[in-house]
């Protein structure tokens, strides 16, 4: 099972895209997909406001931000972590 955190915001189409993508792969992969709401957090809209979606795993510290395709992805979440 891979836990992955999408950074998102409520109206963002990109995210919406991103989504599908990890909806896609979450049977493949065993994927448990949580959503994490920018707006309700300052330093998260500093960090992450410009450049939403972003994934991440838990355990990694590597962040995959858009754009990024299906095989993409797929890379990013598969890759050992360092």
Same mark, same amino acid.
């Given at each position: 099972m891979?836990?992955v955190?999408?950074?998102?915001? !409520?109206?963002?189409?990109l995210c ?5 993508? !990890?909806?896609? !792969? ?6 448990v997909?949580e959503s994490?709401?920018i ?5 998260l809209?500093?960090?992450y ?6 994934v ?7 962040e ?6 299906e ?5 990013f ?6």
């Amino acid at each position: 099972m891979i836990t992955v955190q999408l950074y998102t915001t !409520l109206g963002c189409h990109l995210c919406e895209q991103a989504l599908a993508l !990890l909806n896609g !792969l979450h049977t493949e992969l065993d994927l448990v997909i949580e959503s994490v709401e920018i707006a309700e957090s300052d330093e998260l809209v500093t960090r992450y406001g410009i450049r939403i979606p972003v994934v991440t795993r838990t355990g990694s510290l590597e962040e995959l931000g858009w754009p990024f395709n299906e095989s993409t992805l797929k890379a990013f979440l598969t890759k050992a972590s360092p």
